[in-house]
């Protein structure tokens, strides 16, 4: 049972983490694209806003999938995690913690879930 809890986590987490990339990269599922997210990016002080979403858009899909598959549970949580801290630090701190007021607590839970697998192991269920 715990190779099927890690694997429901893994595919969770690292499948919408592969959302926000591609909403990001590709304006998918309702995202803004690379054009779009360049205009956020820099409006909250990250510049050159393309080269960042480019950035922040490939550690999200790539992180997203080498967490889901298993093929690195480690170096995809860590590509996630970097990315859920600049999202803290640029976006949700200053809202303190609750999500209601826009806050980091969402964040704090996919770094602890990643964090956890990471240090779990990816299951049975991974190419590990």
């Known amino acids: 049972m715990l190779d099927l809890g890690l694997l429901l986590i893994r595919l969770v987490i690292g499948l919408l983490m592969i959302g926000h990339g591609c909403k990001k990269l590709f304006g ?3 995202g803004e694209g690379i054009q779009g997210a360049a ?3 820099e409006a909250i002080g990250l510049r050159p ?3 960042m979403v480019i950035c922040a858009g490939l550690s999200e899909l790539v992180g997203g999938v080498l967490f889901a598959s298993g093929l690195s549970v480690v ?5 996630l995690i970097l990315t859920m ?3 803290i ?4 701190g200053s809202k303190g913690l609750w999500s209601v007021n826009g806050g980091f607590e969402y964040n704090i839970v996919i770094i602890a879930s990643l964090l956890g697998v990471a240090l ?3 299951g049975a269920y991974s190419f590990m």
């Open 89 to 92: 630090i640029k976006v949700h």
């Open 120 to 122: 779990a192991g990816g």
């Open 49 to 51: 806003g393309r080269a």
């Open 39 to 41: 205009g956020f990016f």
């Open 28 to 30: 998918w599922f309702g």
């Open 75 to 79: 170096a995809g949580a860590v590509l």
């Open 85 to 87: 801290i600049v999202a």
